[in-house]
């Protein structure tokens, strides 16, 4: 069973940090570029960044910088440090691989 579970989400203020974490199971996570993306309460998915299998990184603009996801082959675990935090980076953020699962989600509140 194909399985994401994500952790690390909370509340902070603008300019601290978090570290998002990701556990995959089921699958062979070192085949598969991984992602993570962010939904804001009303609006659609949002891709935030991605690493390849070989652990190659991109971002969106607004993240570059601030952001950075890395990748364990052999924990198959996946991370999102985010530094910086602003208020508008508030959403649930969600782990999904190329194959096309998806966690649960983790809820990331920055307040001002």
């Known amino acids: 069973q194909v399985q994401l579970v994500e952790s690390g989400g909370g509340a902070v203020k603008a300019g601290q940090s978090l570290r998002l974490s990701c556990v995959a199971s089921?699958?062979?996570?070192?085949?598969?570029?991984m992602i993570w993306a962010r939904q804001i309460v009303g609006q659609g998915l949002e891709w935030v960044c991605a690493?390849?299998?070989?652990?190659?990184?991109t971002y969106k603009d607004s993240v570059a910088g601030r952001f950075a996801i890395s990748r364990d082959n052999a924990q198959n675990t996946l991370w999102l440090q985010m530094d910086n935090l602003k208020p508008e980076d508030t959403a649930v953020y969600y782990c999904?691989?190329?194959?096309?699962?998806r966690g649960k989600g983790t809820q990331v509140t920055v307040s001002a």
């Open positions: 690493v390849n299998k070989d652990g190659f990184p």
């Open positions: 089921g699958f062979t996570f070192r085949d598969y570029t």
């Open positions: 999904i691989s190329a194959s096309g699962a």
